[in-house]
């Protein structure tokens, strides 16, 4: 349903569109590239790369396998100084090669749309 933090005490706790938007209203400018690694992250990508930020979100679940996978060919790429739009098009080859089930699942956001890369 979307971002669940843990509260003072251990209970769990959505984060509204609202403060979404409020956290990352600041950040505009500033921060560059949000992952949520994370399972229907869809939603929360698409608020938040209205920011001006790339996004990456999953639109279903993805077992921890795939998202390692991604992750490594995401910051392989980062790490090797290529733009985020290359370094996802390379974590998106990693995923496609060693987990082909989840390459679906995967989005990028930008400007509030959802890119087809």
């Not at 938040?48 to 490594?72: H, Q, R, T, W």
């Amino acid at each position: 349903a979307g971002i669940v933090i843990t509260t003072d005490d251990n209970k769990t706790q959505l984060v509204s569109e609202r403060a979404l938007k409020r956290l990352f209203a600041p950040l505009k400018g500033i921060t560059k590239i949000v992952i949520l690694n994370s399972c229907y992250s869809a939603k929360q990508a698409q608020i938040i790369s209205e920011y001006e930020m790339c996004v990456i979100g999953m639109n279903l679940p993805i077992e921890d396998g795939a998202a390692i996978s991604f992750a490594k060919g995401l910051y392989n790429g980062l790490g090797e100084g290529k733009a985020i739009k290359e370094a996802y098009n390379d974590a998106m080859i990693v995923l496609e090669v060693e987990n082909p089930n989840y390459a679906e699942v995967v989005e990028i956001w930008e400007n509030g749309k959802q890119l087809d890369l």
